[in-house]
């Protein structure tokens, strides 16, 4: 990789030994994929969240950076608490660090939003700029859904980038890795975006699609690309006049002929609901963390109504602060609704025995948490006692 002299200086120490640590970490990085120089970020997202009692180098890296006076160089936000108040002394062992984690993230100069949605509100980079992102749901709609460039970056290559400003410039962040090979063709009639992009991730494995024009909403697309990136490893994807860098299926192809075309039917997404015939004890919605407007729209089908089967709403710390104020809140809590301003996956993958049967309308936790069943929107309503 080729260095600037400023670069070339923080390796000798010049700067502090986090910073050099930092920089020659990513450098290393870089050199592994071929980046020819390191590129100047907007922001950078971290998804060192969960204080887990492994993470040792991380707590590690932390520490140094607080002592020797870093802070992040861009904007910086941060994925969702593990859990708002940790229910069962094991989740309590597992997260011990966690109050170890909010004060050095806070002293580094991290935006504390707590939550995987950072492109909600408070992390929106502009069509075309580079940033460092890790967390596969927000990198996905980073590049696919604002158009801004990220790879799908790990812990602590995340972090270094936001204390230096920097990350290396090689994948999504040139313009010929961000071409579309493969053309989706969907001939469900009213498809399940979250089971579509599970399909999908299964279907593509880490490949660019382009898919043919559907009406999709900004929330659609999170859900989508959320379960692409979970099930397939996708971190880019295009849909046919609904995304920036896809105009027309020419943009996206960027005038070349697809590699592959693929359908996906109903009975594909119909294949997907696995709850059905099975004892739940659980529905779960929120997985990226629901919106304002999905607790809205989720939320009025629960007013009047009592939950039958325990039903949590994951939603954004903001989010659940907005819900306060509407009165839809008091009325979720009457049905029994529970609204927590937390990571599902976190939350419940620590379980003692029995395991939960967890029902969720989410193909990211679906694909990740142990013990979920899929089930549509209306499949969840259905088992928690509501008519749709």
Known sequence: MKLTDEEQAILTGKQGEALKLALLTLVRYGESFGADCLAPIASAHLAGSFAVIMYKTYYRALKMMKQEGLRVKVLTTVNPWPAEAPSSLVNRLVFSRQRFLDEHLAALGVTRNWSCVCYDRENIPAKGAIVAWAESSAVQFANSALGARTNRNSVMIDLCSAVLGKTPRFGYLLDENRRASVLVKVAAKKPDVSALGFVLGQKLVGKVPIIEHLDLSRDDLKNLGAAMAAAGGVALFHVEGVTPEA??????????????????????????????????????????????????????????????????????????????????????????????????????????????????????????????????????????????
Not at 264 to 272: F, I, M, P, Q
Not at 299 to 310: D, F, I, K, M
């Open 247 to 388: 105009p027309t299926l020419k943009d996206a192809l960027q005038g070349k002929e697809p590699e592959e075309i693929i359908a996906v039917t109903d009975a594909d997404l119909n294949g997907l609901r696995s709850w059905q015939g099975k004892k739940i004890d659980l529905v779960i919605y929120g997985c990226p963390q629901l919106t304002l407007a999905e607790a809205l729209a989720i939320g009025e089908h629960y007013v009047g109504a009592r939950v039958t089967t325990p039903v949590i709403f994951c939603v954004i710390p903001r989010v659940k602060e907005e819900l306060k104020a509407t009165p839809l809140y008091s009325k979720l809590l009457e049905a029994g609704v529970q609204i927590k301003a937390e990571c599902p996956l976190a939350a419940w993958t620590v379980q003692l025995p029995p395991r939960k049967r967890i029902l969720v309308n989410s193909g990211k936790c679906y694909y990740y948490l142990e013990g979920a069943e899929y089930g549509t929107t209306e499949d969840c309503l259905e088992m928690s006692g509501v008519k749709t």
